[in-house]
């Protein structure tokens, strides 16, 4: 999908069938340990707009925001979808950010995965479970959108290569959405984060 410059995106609508996909997304509203953390912008305190858990290899320290987080040890359930999705990306990963939007007023604002311990060209494969919603792209620096992708119940989206040197991204709120989504966003960590 060379919808953008400077950019590898591969979007697969139909990943995994829709039971599957039903059955993962109840197990995983069910069984996780959702927080709300509070994150520094701009020299300010927000509480994130959704809920988050944060899973991984025992080193797979994650940092954004300010916070760093420690990894919860993988459940069977995300252990078995981690090696499904290494499988399709021929590379290893040893966290997973998970990601619940309660409804359409949930949203994660404008932001690249560039934290250096991700590495040069960070890898981050995101699976959506639950209610589609629209994943926006800007250019760093630009406040236009230029690319969207509805991700869908089921879909993996790939972003590699250069795509967050250059480019931003973002779930906006919305009024037309009441169901719960679940993102699940795979990365491989390569160095310790500075604490």
Do not use: C
């Not at 994650?62 to 981690?82: C, F, I, K, N, Q």
């Amino acid at each position: 999908m060379n919808v953008l410059a400077q950019a590898e995106l591969r979007y697969i609508e139909q990943w995994i069938d829709k039971d599957t996909a039903d059955r993962w997304l109840r197990t995983l509203l069910n069984e996780t340990p959702w927080s709300r953390p509070s994150i520094r912008l701009y020299g300010r305190s927000f509480v994130v707009p959704r809920q988050v858990a944060w899973y991984g290899d025992v080193d797979a320290h994650l940092r954004y925001s300010g916070l760093v987080h420690e990894p919860l040890p993988w459940t069977s359930l995300l252990a078995d979808v981690r090696d499904q999705v290494q499988r399709q990306v021929e590379q290893k990963m040893n966290g997973v950010l998970l990601n619940l939007y309660r409804d359409g007023q949930d949203a994660i604002g404008w932001h690249s995965d560039d934290e250096p311990e991700l590495g040069p060209e960070p890898l981050v494969v995101s699976l959506s479970l639950g209610a589609a919603r629209r994943f926006d792209f800007r250019r760093k620096g630009a406040s236009r959108i230029a690319h969207s992708i509805l991700l869908e119940h089921g879909s993996l989206l790939v972003m590699s290569g250069p795509t967050q040197h250059y480019w931003q991204h973002q779930i906006a709120r919305t009024r037309k959405v009441s169901e719960p989504r679940i993102n699940l966003t795979f990365r491989y960590i390569t160095r310790e984060p500075a604490l």
